[in-house]
C-alpha cells in the first residue's frame, strides 16, 4: 500500500484516460473518417482526459502527504492523558510524539513504553492506517472523476486544443514560480539571520571594524574569546584575491578571445575554444589543490629566493590560481561580443586602409567594450563568491594587509568556518556567517545587475 | 598576371557549358570595354569561391571622371567584381582571383602590393550605411588618422570639414559633430560613410548598392551627390536599379551569371541594346 504503487497506478489510469478521451473524440466525430469536424485534433481530446485524470488526483495525493503526519499527530496527542503533557518543553513533547510514532512501526524507543503511550501508538497506527486508504479512495476516486468529466464534455465543438494549451501554461508559471520562490526563500532566510546577528552586532562595528575574531565563550569562564566582528579584513582579502584574480583572467581571456574571434584560422578554433573551455569544467576542489600544493610553495621558493618573506599561504598564489579559473569566462563572453559585431563594421574599417590590427584596436574593441565591461563584472562577481580555491589557498588569518605575499581570508573562507563542525545556531559567531552571506549576495547581485544591464544596452546598439 | 594556356581552356569550357545553360548568344562581351582616360583597367578577371567559378574572364576599364554602373540581376557577380577592384575579398576565405587588374598601371594583384593602402586608393561605400560605432568627427577621422595625413588638429578639422562638404553632410552635422554617427537618418549614414570614403582623398570610389536601404528623397540626394563627386573621383556603381544607373552613370555594364555581357555608353545600353539578355533584362523580362 505504498503511496509510489499509487501514484503508478494514477499514472496508468491517466495513459487509460488518454486513449478513452481519443476515442471518444473519434467516436463523437462520426469516425476515423470525420475527424476533420473535431475543433481540435483527437490527440488533444486524449490529452485534455488525461490531464483532468492526472492533475486533481496527483494534487490531492501531494496535499494528503504533506498534511496527513500533522494531523494524525494533533488527533493522538488530544486523546493522550493530560499529565503527560505537562511540563514538557516543545522539544520533549516533540521526543514523545516521536517515540510514539517509533512504537506504533515498532521500531527501537528511547524509554520504556507506558499504557498511555501504548495506546496511543495503537491509535497512531490505525489512523494511519484508515488515512492511507482514505487517500487510496480519494485519489482514485479523484481520477475517476476526473475521467468522467471530461468524457461528458468531448463533443466535436469542445476547444480542447486551447484549453490543453492554456493548462500546459499554468504548469509552466507554476514551475518557473518554483525557481522564484526559492531564491526569495533563500534570500529571506538569509536576511531574517543577519537581522538577528545586527541585533547583537552593530553593523557599523560589522562593516567599518578591522578586528575580525569571531571566536566567542561558550562557557561563562572561558577567556580569550571574546568575539569581535569587524569584517574589514576580510573585505579586503576578498578584493585583494579577486583582483589578482582580475588581473590575471582580463588580459589573458581577453587577448586569448581576440586572437580566436579575428586572428585564429578556422582549425585551429576548431580545437583551441573547446580547449580553453576545458579549463572552465575543472572543479574548483582541484583548482584548490593546485593552489594549495603546486602554485603556494612556487611562489614562497621563488620569494625566499629572492628574499622576500611570503606566507605559506598566500593572497597571490590564491588570486593567480582563481584568476587561471576565471580566463575561460571572460574569454567566452569577450568571443561573444566581439563576434556580435557586425562584419559591416570590419568592413568600413578595412576599406578606409585600415590593417587589422588597427580596425580591432580602434573599431571592434571599442564597440564590443561595454559588452566586454559586463562580461567582465560577471568575472568579478564570481571571483568574489569562489570559495573553493580561497580555502584550500588563503588561509584563515584575518590579515588586514595590502602585501599580496602576506596570507589574508576572504568573506567566503570565513562563511565556511564558522559554518563547519559543531555549531549552536544561536551565537552571534554562527549568525556572523549569515550577516557575511548576505553582504555578498548584495554585493554580487548588484555586480550581476549592473553586468547585465551593461551587456543589454549593447545589445540594443547593432538590432 | 599572365594567362595559362590551363587557364583559358578551362574558361573556354566553362563558357560553353553556360552557353547550353543560357541559350545560344555567345557570352563574350559586347561592346567597348576600353575607355579614352582608364583610372583602373581590368582584363580577364576571374573569381572562384572554392571550386565555384564567380567571375568569368571580365575585361573593362574604368575611366577618370566617369561613373560606371554595373547591373545584372541578382548574383550575376556585380558585386564580386567590384569588391576585386579594391581586394576586399581578401578577407573572404577560400576566395581566389586571376587575370589582371591595374590602378594608374600598378597591378593591384601583384605580390609586393599591399593591398592596405590600397584601399586607402580605391575606397569603398556599401549596401548598407556602416558607420562605426564613434562620433561624427571621429568616423570622418578615422581613415586621415590611420594613415597620418594630417599633422595638426586644425589640418584634420579641416580635412573633416572638407569630407563632410563634399558628401553634402557638413550644414546638417555642423552643429553635432560629437554625437554618435549612428544616430544619424539612413541617409545621412551614408553620406557620413561617403564623407570617411573621400577624407583619405581616393581615386576611385566603388560603391555597392548604396541607396538600396535608402528611401526615395535620401536616393535623390545621393545621386545627386555621386553626380558632383564624378568631378574628382572614379565611381563604380552596383546597382539593382536601372533607373538609378541610367540616372548617375556615364558607361553601363550588364553582368549575367558571372559574365560581363555589354558594356557601353548608358544612353546606348538602356535605349539600344546590343545583346538579347541586355535587352530582355532593361525591358524587365527577366532579373
Redesign the interface.
Known sequence: MHSSTLLIIVLGLMSLAYYVGRKRAIVSAGGAGRISTLHSLPTYYGLYAALWAGIPAILLMALWTAFQDEILVTLVKAELPGSMLEGLSPGAVGLLVNDIKNLASGAIVSRVATPEMQAAADRFALFSQIAVWAMWLGVLAFALGGMAFAWARTKPQMRARNRVESIFMVILVVFSSIAILTTLGIVLSVLFESLRFFQEISPLDFFFGTLWSPQTALRADQVGATGAFGAVPLFTGTLMVSAIAMLVAVPIGLMSAIYLSEYAPRRVRSWAKPTLEVLAGVPTVVYGFFAALTVAPFIRELGMSMGLDVASESALAAGLVMGVMIIPFVSSLSEDVINAVPQAMRDGSYALGATQSETIRRVIIPAALPGIVGGVLLAVSRAIGETMIVVMAAGLAANLTANPLDSVTTVTVQIVTLLTGDQEFDSAKTMAAFALGLTLFVVTLALNVIALQIVRKYREQYE | MSTTVDEMARRTGAMSSAELAGGRESRATVGDVTCANPRMVCRDVDVFYGSTQAIKGVSLDIGKNEVVSMIGPSGCGKSTFLRCL?R?ND?I?GCRVTGSIKLDGQDIYDKGLDP??????V??V?Q?P?????SIYENVA??PR??GLTNSKAELDEVIEGSLQKAGLWNEVKDRLDKPG?GLSGGQQQRL?IA??IA?SPEVILMDEPCSALDPIATAIIEELIDELRANYSIAIVTHSMQQAARVSQRTAYFHLGDLIEVGETNQVFTNPKHRLTEDYITGRFG
Request: overall charge positive.
Open positions: 579594391n576586399m578577407t576565405d592596405v593602402p590600397l584601399r586607402a586608393q575606397g569603398m556599401f548598407k556602416n558607420p562605426f560605432p564613434k578615422y581613415g590611420i594613415h549612428t560613410c570617411r570614403t583619405v
